[in-house]
């Protein structure tokens, strides 16, 4: 027994010469092992690559956002903005009106001018 344990004596880790029992799978394991080290490398950078691709990508379009939501917002600003909740104060705009036709009610004057 060696001072890796049982479990590797039968892959060759028992003997350090490569003509003992397991001696010929040794380099063979270390190179497949250096293979599939460097494979996983390889894979994990492409994958910070394509994360570091999307963190920029994603700010971005915030960044984008964000200014389109600036300039709306000073649009807004200038103009007067949505009249939500407020009545209108001259009386020559809140006259509507109606008159029935074939039985529907039609109402003019109801747009806002400028549209």
């Known amino acids: 027994m060696s001072s890796t344990g049982p479990r590797f004596d039968s892959l ?29 490398m390889a894979v994990g950078a492409l ?11 994603i700010a971005v379009v915030a960044g984008v956002v964000m200014f389109l939501m ?5 649009a807004r600003r200038k103009t007067g903005g949505a009249r ?4 209108r104060t001259d009386d020559d705009d809140t006259v509507i009106e109606a008159h029935k ?9 109801w747009e806002r001018s400028g549209r």
């Open 101 to 109: 036709v074939d039985g529907t009610w039609v109402a003019y004057g």
């Open 47 to 57: 994958l910070a690559v394509f994360t570091a691709i999307a963190v920029a990508v």
């Open 12 to 40: 060759g880790a028992a003997t350090a010469s490569v003509g003992g029992p397991g001696g010929f799978l040794r380099p063979l394991m270390w190179l497949g092992g250096l293979i599939a080290a460097g494979c996983a």
């Open 70 to 74: 600036g300039m709306s917002s000073r």
């Open 84 to 87: 939500k909740g407020r009545r």
